[in-house]
């Protein structure tokens, strides 16, 4: 049994990192709140482009877009969200496993033909160890991501696209639900699929009045197509990165929530076999004087 020294120390031991873990969960706390109201006030503008297309889309006109231009995946990029620190759950370890899945998917077109843009350190880190060579570094965009390096990776990857230099983009991120629930999700970026979207919206559609789907376009469907949709591609970037963002920090939350937990408990465990020990050592020197006495 460990001494009466021993399990003192290890209870202010465990205290301490009490102090550390709540302080963190205060912390991550604050940073989700602001991350949840920047989703919210980005929710309005998402809904209105989304009605906007999906009206345009309904209206019976020709749509043609090198966005939306399928052909054989020869070369495929891979943009994976992560955080920059740790510390966090499974949130870094779940994008590492999902992107081994996608490796064993594209490993017939070998290293080479696999591209990867990590977005956050973790994720940074663990592509290197495997061999690849990342696109890049963006790191900023797991900590402070704002619309305009957002915009610039969306434009980037859809010059490769349009240059066909790479066949499919897709997107592999932490989508924010709630406090308790963040969903891994798999999105395909590049080509754009019209179908999807329209599907979206049409569920929308049973509890909205929409406007009645009549356009005359100006100057020309060609012209609305080619400002419209990048926009979409960089408003969907953005929102990846939203989306990371918020999960990172509520995974952040919970775990930081378990481990005090956690440090409660074993601080009750260890209080009551201090006492338990110190009652013991107080009862044998009562014991030793009684003994003596009578003596």
């Known amino acids: 049994m460990a001494s009466l020294k021993e399990i003192k120390t290890r209870l202010g031991s465990v205290q301490n990192t009490r102090k550390i873990t709540s302080a963190m969960k205060m912390v991550a706390s604050a940073k989700l709140h602001k991350a949840e109201a920047a989703i919210q006030n980005m929710l309005p503008y998402q809904e209105q482009m989304d009605k906007i297309l999906h009206n345009f889309l309904s209206g019976d006109l ?6 939306m231009q399928e052909r054989e995946v020869k070369r495929v990029a891979l943009v994976l969200f992560s955080s920059n620190g740790s510390l966090c759950g499974s949130f870094n370890s779940n994008v590492i496993k999902t992107f081994l899945h996608l490796i064993g998917e594209y490993r017939k077109l070998g290293q080479d033909n696999i591209w990867i843009y990590p977005v956050g350190k973790k994720i940074e880190e663990a592509i290197t160890k495997m061999g690849f060579v990342p696109k890049g570094s963006f790191q900023h965009l797991a ?5 305009n390096d957002a915009s610039s990776l969306a ?23 709630s406090v308790g629930t963040q969903v891994l999700a798999r999105e395909v970026f590049l080509p754009i699929d019209l179908k999807e979207i329209e599907e979206e919206e049409k569920q929308k559609e049973k509890t909205e009045n929409l406007l009645v789907k009549d356009y005359i376009v100006e100057p020309s ?17 953005f929102t990846a990165c939203m989306d990371s963002n918020a999960s990172e920090h509520a995974a952040r939350m919970l ?32 014991l030793d004087i009684i003994g003596g006495s009578m003596k």
């Open 221 to 237: 469907v060609e012209q609305l197509i080619a400002d419209l949709l990048p926009q979409v591609l960089c408003h969907k970037m």
């Open 255 to 286: 775990a930081m929530q378990a481990a005090t937990d956690n440090a409660n408990d074993l601080i009750q465990d260890l209080t009551k076999q201090y006492n338990k020990g110190r009652q013991q050592a107080i009862t044998n020197e009562l």
């Open 155 to 177: 434009h980037e990857l859809m010059k490769l696209f349009v240059d066909k230099e790479v066949d499919r983009v897709e997107l592999i991120y932490h989508h924010f639900k």
């Open 143 to 147: 900590d402070k991501p704002t619309y």
């Open 62 to 67: 020709p749509i043609e877009s090198p966005y």
